[in-house]
């Protein structure tokens, strides 16, 4: 399951918002004007709801098209309501209308809706307007209390009221902010959690999926493997044509073969993961990389800068493994006789093993999957779909990572980071 890694209140909710908002204030000012008697330019404040309402009318338009609104249009819808709130405020009292308390509401509305660059302008645009109500000019024309509080040297009441409002809103800016951005890594790590559980899982479902079908063959394998050696050997020590001597070392390599992918089936091939680590030179793991290849194989093996990297702490034979696997692939796929480079360095806390090949690369469609186990691009027979599998979850296992680019017709280079051994100071 994944979660998106945007603002947790989408656009739609914010259209919502502003119709409650809308609906809120139309009540609020008829109460206002004729219960209670409030004088305010009707007129006036009419004109600013209903452009309030036209715009967020443009935005439901907006949504039902499809269209996703961009961040600048959805901060410039608050920005536009801040306005209007301001204008509001001047037609109905100023600063002693108690709805200028609306303001934090559109600065939180920002901060779990936008950025964080969008949410700050919200809050330097409400201390703005919020501002802007304490100008006697304009209080005079609609606030009957602007007479007996206007500023004074002091600076006390009016100035105490600005301050307080600003605290509040750089407070409620950050606060609100913080808050959001928590959420989302939390998501995000609990997303992560997920993924690599689930792919715990399906390793785990394999093992014991194969255990009790390796259990099954082991038997019968066996007993075609005896007999294919004692054919292999009669057919060397009697005149035996050679079509069926070659036979019999036929039914022998495809017995180990089939030995091979039970092993990785049952995930023998990836146990060692479980065995404690040690402290291994970087030149170490290729050396033991390489004995498992054979010697022509091995000429074709170009490694780079593999005695200066600094040592790691994991299992010789699963890390051997993980590399041989990538260093394998990468043969297969060159040309016969191209060479393969594996190029070995720091890369911040890690050490980098890149294999490059000199194939023909994979499409974008195959890269997306590569590493999923029984995908293989190998013909049938030739590959199970499960060594770049079981390589990612040894890398990830240990504190490493498993990434693969390609391009086609370029080449495809596997790139396998392990951390650095605890016991080594890297330079800064």
């Known amino acids: 399951m994944q979660f998106p890694p945007g603002p947790v209140v989408t656009a739609r909710w914010l259209a919502r918002f502003r119709w409650a908002v809308a609906g809120g204030a139309t009540l609020a000012l008829l ?6 008697g409030v004088e305010f330019p009707v007129a006036g ?10 715009s967020n009318l443009w935005l439901e338009w907006v949504l039902r098209r499809g269209t996703t609104p961009t961040d600048g249009t959805l901060g410039g819808l608050i920005l536009f309501d801040i306005a209007i709130l301001t204008a509001l405020m001047i037609a109905t009292g100023g600063p002693s209308n108690p709805f200028t308390i609306s303001y934090l509401v559109y600065i939180t509305l920002a901060a779990v809706t936008l950025n964080a660059a969008w949410t700050w302008a919200a809050a330097v645009a409400s201390m703005a307007g919020y501002g802007v109500l304490f100008i006697t000019p304009l209080r005079a024309l609609v606030d009957p209390h ?48 997920r993924r690599i559980a689930a792919k715990q899982e399906r390793l785990a479902s394999l093992t014991t999926l194969a255990a009790g079908a390796a259990h099954e063959l082991a038997t019968p394998l066996s007993a075609i493997a005896v007999a294919a050696r004692e054919l292999d050997r009669a057919a060397s020590e009697h005149d035996v044509p050679a079509e069926i001597a070659e036979d019999a070392r036929l039914i022998r390599s495809q017995v180990d073969r089939c030995r091979e992918i039970l092993d990785q089936m049952s995930g023998r091939a990836d146990a060692s993961v479980a ?32 005695t200066s990297a600094p040592s790691v702490d994991v299992p010789l034979d699963a890390a051997a493994r993980a590399l041989r696997t990538l260093v394998k692939n990468a043969l297969e796929a060159s040309p016969p006789g191209a060479p393969v480079s594996v190029l070995v360095r720091v890369a911040g806390d890690s050490v980098r093993f890149d294999v490059r090949d000199h194939g023909t690369g994979m499409t974008a469609t195959t890269l997306a999957r590569a590493g999923e186990p ?7 027979g030739a590959g199970f779909g499960l060594g770049l599998f079981l390589a990612r979850t040894f890398a990830e296992r240990w504190g490493g990572s498993l990434d693969i680019a390609s391009t086609p017709a370029a080449g495809t280079t596997a790139t396998l980071r392990l951390p650095i051994s605890s016991s080594v100071t890297v330079p800064a």
């Open 31 to 36: 109460l206002g004007r004729w219960p209670l």
């Open 45 to 54: 404040v009419a004109v600013l709801i209903g452009l309030q309402i036209a």
């Open 146 to 193: 602007a007479g007996h509080t206007g500023m004074d040297p002091a600076l006390s009441h009016q100035v105490g009221m600005g301050v307080a409002f600003g605290v509040a809103a750089l407070l409620t800016a950050s606060f609100v902010t913080r808050i959001r951005l928590a959420l989302e890594a939390r998501e995000r790590a609990l997303a992560e959690a």
């Open 275 to 306: 065995h404690e680590a040690r402290t291994l030179s970087s030149r170490r793991l290729v050396e033991a990389m390489l004995d498992t290849f054979s010697p022509v194989d091995r000429s074709r093996i170009e490694i780079a800068d593999a």
């Open 374 to 380: 029984f995908f293989t691009t190998k013909p049938v």
